[in-house]
């Protein structure tokens, strides 16, 4: 009899733990439905399916302003520390197992002068600097990316860097005014920079912390912007406009509209305006993507590298059904990587005295840095010999 009602409740027991991971409360689920999106771009741009889908990063962007601003300027007190860990829990983990597995399983095998650029990009990612390191060494949308499995690693430095920015603005400036000033600054000195680049044509800008803090700026701005006064007709017209004004230039956007071009504004507003209309009627168009968005930091890891290998493996370039299939592999690598690496890490930090939060972040920015080291020395012995 005990035994009958345990299978009885498996069943529920399960879908209400696969809910529980892919359906997070306390979360917008139109939200998570937009980083859907956004992954689901790039990931379709690297496979060379969709020319603008580099526009997801755009996307990430806005939506990472908008968290920052909201952990930074809306918590009150703000808890500094609270602030660094969560950044460090969220984001360390899941990089530096990628970054790891992909090193042991091509740089024994690769080309000598490959490895020691892959080995310096990978050193580069785990101090979050490779956005610095990709604008020095190769163009984002030139053939030669593909040799590079940690590149796509350089939005994820930016990310770090504004949190290092909005952080220097919750601590030295206590009061919400002050902060405005300066996200209006910062969002205007960074715009003109992007304009500027764009005339003169300097495409490393596309990689450039400066280029991007306006975009940074948009999503933090949401936290001091009055309301949008609509009725629910209009709010959930302008919902769908913007829905589709992101997929429209996920579609006819070509590589002269990336950020520093102006053509960057329209998907950043369009972005904003969503973010802005949570009680939009026509929110429920996201939300499909929701289980996506949600584990779609690790998608983002897993997807390039896996293109990446299949390339060196295959020794021509992948597309079609391969590449479908190496997609596939991919996103399988993100949700392993999401269930077992991501999300106990974020529960961990949740759950843990505070002591023991403080000793897992200085054991994991520790381990980042003998990674960067080794990396470093192993690309240092691949140049010499």
Same mark, same amino acid.
Request: with cysteine; hydrophobic share 55%.
């Given at each position: ?114 490895r020691a650029d892959i080995a310096q990009n990978g050193a580069y990612a785990l101090i979050y600097l490779s956005n610095i390191w990709a604008s020095h060494h190769v163009g984002y949308f030139e053939g030669q990316s593909i040799a ?27 009061? %919400?005014?002050?902060?405005? =000033?300066?996200? @209006?600054? #910062? ?7 992007? *304009?500027? !680049? $764009? +005339? ?88 499909? %993507?929701?289980?996506?968005? =949600?584990?779609? @930091?690790? #998608? ?7 293109? *990446?290998? !299949? $390339? +060196? ?32 890490m974020l529960s961990y930090e949740n759950r843990a005295m505070p002591s023991a939060v403080r000793l897992g972040a200085g054991v994991m920015v520790g381990l980042c840095g003998v990674a960067a080291l080794a990396l470093a020395w ?8």
């Open positions: 009899m005990v035994k009958v009602m345990l299978l009885s409740l498996a069943p529920e027991t399960w879908k209400t733990r696969l809910k529980a991971e892919f359906f997070p409360l306390n979360r917008r689920r139109d939200i998570d439905g937009l980083r859907g999106l956004a992954v689901l771009l790039v990931m379709i741009f690297h496979a060379g399916w969709l020319k603008g889908g580099f526009i997801g990063v755009d996307i990430f962007i806005v939506i990472s302003g908008y968290f920052m601003g909201r952990s930074a300027f809306m918590q009150h007190p703000f808890r500094p520390e609270r602030f660094v860990w969560r950044r460090l829990y969220r984001l360390v983990p899941a990089l530096l197992v990628m970054i790891v597995v992909v090193c042991a399983s091509m740089l024994w095998w690769v080309l000598q002068s490959d590079y499995p940690f590149l796509h690693t350089w939005s994820l430095s930016l990310e770090m860097q504004f949190y290092v920015v909005i952080f220097l603005v919750a601590v030295l400036l206590p009061r %919400l005014g002050n902060r405005r =000033v300066v996200l @209006y600054t #910062l969002l205007g000195a960074s715009f003109l920079y992007s *304009v500027f !680049a $764009s +005339y003169r044509g300097d495409h490393a800008a596309y990689y450039s912390i400066f280029a991007r803090l306006w975009e940074f700026s948009l999503g933090t701005l949401i936290w001091v912007l009055p309301a949008l006064p609509q009725s629910l007709l209009l709010s959930g017209l302008c919902y769908a406009v913007a829905v589709a004004v992101l997929v429209l230039c996920g579609v006819f956007y070509d590589l002269t509209n990336a950020c520093p071009s102006l053509m960057a504004v329209l998907p950043c507003v369009a972005t904003m305006l969503i973010i802005m209309q949570p009680q939009a009627i026509t929110r429920r168009v996201l939300e499909p %993507l929701a289980p996506v968005g =949600v584990i779609s @930091y690790s #998608l983002y890891l897993w997807h390039w590298p896996a293109i *990446v290998l !299949a $390339s +060196y493996l295959l020794f021509f370039q992948v597309h079609g059904l391969t590449m479908a299939l190496v997609l596939c592999g991919a996103v399988v690598a993100g949700t392993l990587s999401y269930l077992f690496v991501e999300r106990p192993l690309s240092f012995l691949s140049r010499v010999h």
